[in-house]
């Protein structure tokens, strides 16, 4: 009985010191102000456990050293360094950005899910790098212009279908999914040269495949997450896929249905398959000087894309397949999201949707309809409103850095080591809403980005589509999908809240993404 009691406390002492004491030093011995992390859950706890939100939890770690530069905090067991001061953001995300280069991604064999493990956000190292100078070229400004009219054609089609809906009064909408369709539409057409028309025809098989690999709730995701957290190895081992067979045999599919057709019948679309075509047929040609852009948000390049593009890279149809699928997701999930709080902020702050749509009617009638490239860039009550919507709701909460080799962050005295795969995040959404960078950080306020007034925002607080090298690559492509919508749609309907519009909004616990409770519930009013 004696030595079974031995026994136990042994093993007791063993758990919960590696389970708990050990782990749970490493930002304090390091001298890095941290929270009080729980038995093997960390800081996540409350999320995990339903208690907060993304945005709750993410304000609730912000401000628990207001006066740190940077804290630590864990995700499980794993220790995470959390940068709140844009000049250390500067030093981590730019000036050292070699020693971050990588996202923290899931760790999966390439053999069980090619779709992710090869795709730009996933990819790491020379790869990645090689990767993001092919696809720059599919996302400059020149290219946009080439794929606005097709844009253009989808945002018609989109007011068209709706008003031939509503007739009268106000039609009651669930906006992200209608958002969705749009989106999925305006992908297919410019990616794949296909027309699927998504509200006329919801169960096409882009849309359909687009809602199955964004369900993210229910236990087997859960238990997906945590595995990939804890035991990449195991599920690998057991070939255990985080999308559906059906998403990756479809995009393949398409993919190579594509590519055939257009080399057999000598097809030519400015859009990323083509670029990547050629890259794999060696056929790649020199980029024109582009064509100068506008808008705030728009993430300035930071590597040679054509430099990049005259490397010997080798090209497969599943890689293609794998940049196709991330275009489509990001489309179909971030874009949609973006659109989705525009317009409610639209329906609450119905002040700004009129001087909005003042600025709409202007161009519209001096362009009769069919305003140019430049005619949308240089509207600028548009960027202002999207560029705002976006300050106040980031499509990503955060953004995060993977180590790569050994680094010695030295700032202020401080001296902080990282070893490789450490990793550090990037709270967007609570620097976003710091009153110290912005004033009234809840209240939409547009001005905040006017001609006269967008000095004044400091560096690197502003954030939507991420910041380096690694920022997002589509950030025109989704600025000028935005903008065309809110065009035609602010041109035919007034956006109002409904009797099922949640104000403000409040977010769902139980998913692992930012999602709010109940969805977008808006109503469209024709006018």
Request: aromatic share 14%; charged share 25%.
């Amino acid at each position: 009985m004696f030595w079974a009691l031995v026994t136990v406390a042994a093993v007791l002492t063993f758990v919960v010191y590696f389970g708990y004491v050990k782990p749970f030093k490493y930002w304090k011995d390091l001298g890095v102000p941290q929270g009080s992390p729980w038995f093997l859950l960390g800081d996540v706890w409350p999320t995990i456990l339903k208690r907060k939100d993304i945005v709750q939890w993410l304000e609730w770690v912000y401000y628990k050293h207001p006066k740190s530069r940077y804290m630590g905090y864990y995700q499980f067991l794993k220790p995470m360094f959390f940068v709140k001061d844009p000049e250390v953001i500067k030093q981590l995300t730019i000036k050292d950005f070699d020693h971050f280069t990588d996202h923290q991604t899931f760790a999966i064999s390439e053999d069980v899910e090619p779709l992710w493990s090869k795709n730009l956000f996933s990819l790491r190292g020379h790869r990645w790098k090689e990767m993001r100078g092919v696809l720059s070229g599919s996302f400059t400004s020149s290219k946009m212009k080439i794929m606005f009219e097709l844009i253009r054609e989808e945002a018609e089609k989109f007011v068209d279908y709706f008003n031939e809906e509503i007739q009268a009064g106000v039609l009651d909408l669930e906006m992200k999914d209608s958002f969705r369709k749009y989106a999925t539409d305006v992908i297919a057409s410019t990616s794949f040269g296909i027309t699927v028309n998504s509200l006329k025809n919801p169960s096409n098989e882009f849309y359909r495949m687009g809602k199955a690999a964004i369900n993210f709730g229910g236990f087997k995701t859960v238990i997906k997450f945590l595995g990939y957290q804890f035991c990449p190895w195991l599920l690998t081992l057991l070939k255990i896929r985080f999308f559906p067979a059906a998403i990756s045999n479809f995009f393949l599919g398409i993919v190579n249905e594509t590519i055939k057709e257009r080399e057999e019948k000598g097809i030519v679309r400015s859009d990323m398959i083509n670029i990547l075509m050629e890259v794999k047929n060696g056929t790649v040609k020199a980029e024109n000087k582009d064509t100068p852009d506008e808008g705030f948000a728009v993430v300035k390049e930071s590597l040679d894309g054509n430099a990049e593009r005259r490397h010997n890279i080798e090209i497969t149809n599943q890689d293609i397949t794998s940049q196709a699928f991330i275009f489509f997701f990001a489309g179909f999930e971030t874009v949609s999201t973006a659109m989705s709080f525009t317009s409610y902020e639209l329906a609450v702050n119905l002040d700004v949707q009129e001087k909005l749509r003042r600025e709409i009617g202007e161009v519209y009638d001096k362009s009769n309809g069919k305003p140019s490239y430049r005619e949308i860039l240089e509207m600028k009550y548009l960027d202002m409103v999207i560029s705002e919507s976006l300050r106040k709701w980031p499509p990503a909460v955060v953004t995060d850095r993977m180590c790569t080799k050994p680094y010695i962050l030295k700032s202020s005295g401080d001296s902080i080591p990282f070893k490789k795969a450490d990793c550090l995040v990037i709270p967007t959404y609570s620097i976003h809403h710091d009153p110290e960078y912005y004033p009234d950080p809840e209240k939409l306020i547009p001005e905040r980005f006017s001609e006269e007034n967008r000095g004044k925002i400091k560096p690197y607080t502003y954030m939507p589509f991420g910041l380096g090298p690694r920022a997002c690559i589509g950030s025109r492509f989704a600025l000028l999908e935005i903008k065309m919508m809110l065009f035609y749609l602010l041109k035919s309907f007034e956006i109002v809240p409904t009797s099922k519009t949640l104000i403000p909004l409040k977010f769902d616990k139980s998913s692992v993404v930012f999602t709010p409770t109940g969805g977008f519930q808006l109503g469209l009013k024709k006018l």
